[in-house]
């Protein structure tokens, strides 16, 4: 930044002496008083202006400092999250259903001036983590062109794949989320163009774990199976009427290596057709999702002895719990919702809505859903539905939810013996958060 200028300030000085000099010389030709009066008033106004335009272009340093702290933000965060549950096949309903912790979470997100913006979410929980604590996610972002339509983000991030952001409304996630389709974390980078009703993404994702034997995503492959070296593409078209009346459409496509624990290496890919549309107060989504595991013949685990993996199916987890996943499937999900302002106590908003997947396995229409070293259990189509109200007041978040599912151990609604089974869900979650900076 350049330095204040003493040149104006001396000029003025050295005017006004001139002018009152002459003005003193002048006191007994009226004519002339009077001019001089006049050039002492148009003299007076012209150093005005230029002290104004001085100041604005020669800010202090104070009011650099105090602009820059307008533009940059740091948020810190964090939440506590329990849940009641009652299942109709365990012991647990005969109890009167449990209560525990899901996680306790703490969050940073900051945004600064020069287009770098950061994010991330750290949980624990020793209740419903396999391994006691995970990175929800962590990134940063740098936003780039004319209107800041482009962004280049780094790190572990959600990919762009079908409905965004979630895709489902419950809490507890979709068939998509747990076959790793929907709400899925991965590391990498990715490339963002939105501009007016189009929006591009395009990333490589080099893992889906960060070593992490825990994640917060469904449908992450572990035990002798790893999605690495991954490319996704997703392009969507927002068509507006209004703010709260709009739909997009969107198209997905991913592919990748799929490691095993012999080292031979598999592939993988995964397309998706995806519809979001809303409606005043009402929300609606489709989603078809395609994919397919191929698994090299004769790979074996580095786990267990070495043992022959399966072809037909792939080990996933979810928060750590491992659970079996068809190699090939079709997914079909369909939701809808409701939201009202209400005034009922503390309680401003209340959601009504209804999730549905179909999961049809491919191949010859079944699969082995035990765990590759227990007894073969052949498992046929999923489907799982989530009825359920989210109520909100104020930092206080209440999820309700009755979930029904056939074969879908991997929602954790089950078993898989092809019957339909329930379990309801009370979920409350308190989050919390502060400007460090603004």
């Known amino acids: 930044m350049r330095k204040p200028s003493r040149i104006l300030p001396n000029l003025a000085i050295a005017s006004l002496a001139m002018v009152w000099s002459l003005q003193a010389t002048a006191q007994d030709d009226d004519k002339t008083y009077k001019q001089l009066r006049q050039d002492v008033k148009d003299l007076q106004l012209q150093i005005e202006q230029l002290q104004k335009q001085s100041r604005r272009d020669e800010p202090n340093s104070k009011t650099v400092s105090d602009l820059k702290k307008q533009n940059e933000t740091l948020t810190i965060g964090g939440g506590v999250v329990t849940e009641y549950q009652v299942r109709d096949y365990t012991e647990n309903q005969e109890q009167g259903g449990g209560l525990i912790l899901d996680y306790f979470m703490l969050t940073v997100d900051g945004k600064l001036d020069n287009g770098i913006s950061y994010a991330a979410d750290y949980r624990w929980s020793d209740v419903n983590f396999a391994d006691g604590q995970y990175l929800h996610y962590g990134w940063a972002a740098y936003d780039f062109g004319v209107n800041d339509e482009q962004q280049v983000k780094g790190g572990f991030f959600r990919v762009p794949f079908g409905n965004l952001p979630y895709g489902y409304q419950t809490f507890w996630g979709s068939l998509n989320f747990y076959a790793g389709f929907a709400d899925h974390q991965a590391a990498g980078l990715n490339y963002k163009y939105e501009s007016g009703p189009l929006r591009i993404d395009a990333g490589f994702f080099k893992n889906d774990t960060l070593s992490q034997s ?225």
């Open 214 to 438: 825990t994640t917060y995503s469904g449908g992450v492959p572990v035990d002798g199976y790893a999605n690495v070296n991954g490319g996704n593409l997703r392009v969507a078209y927002t068509l507006r009427q209004t703010k709260k009346n709009y739909m997009t459409v969107s198209i997905s496509g991913q592919g990748g290596q799929l490691e095993t624990g012999s080292r031979d290496i598999g592939s993988r890919w995964a397309g998706s057709l995806a519809l979001d549309a809303h409606a005043g107060p009402w929300t609606g989504q489709l989603q078809m999702v395609s994919y397919a595991y191929n698994v090299p013949d004769n790979a074996t685990s580095e786990f267990g002895g070495g043992f022959t993996l399966p072809t037909d199916s792939i080990t996933v987890q979810d928060y750590g719990f491992r659970y079996q996943l068809p190699a090939r499937a079709e997914i079909y999900s369909a939701n809808i919702a409701h939201d009202f302002n209400v005034n009922w106590g503390p309680v401003t908003q209340v959601q009504l809505y209804n999730n549905y997947g179909y999961l049809k396995v491919g191949g010859n229409g079944q699969y082995n859903s035990a765990a590759p070293s227990d007894p073969v259990n052949i498992t046929k189509d999923t489907q799982f539905n989530a009825l359920g109200a989210l109520f909100v007041a104020g930092p206080i978040y209440v999820w309700a939810d009755l979930f029904s599912g056939k074969n879908s151990a991997m929602t954790f609604v089950g078993p898989n013996d092809d019957q339909w089974h329930t379990r309801f869900n009370l979920t409350t979650a308190f989050y919390f958060g502060g400007n460090l900076k603004k």
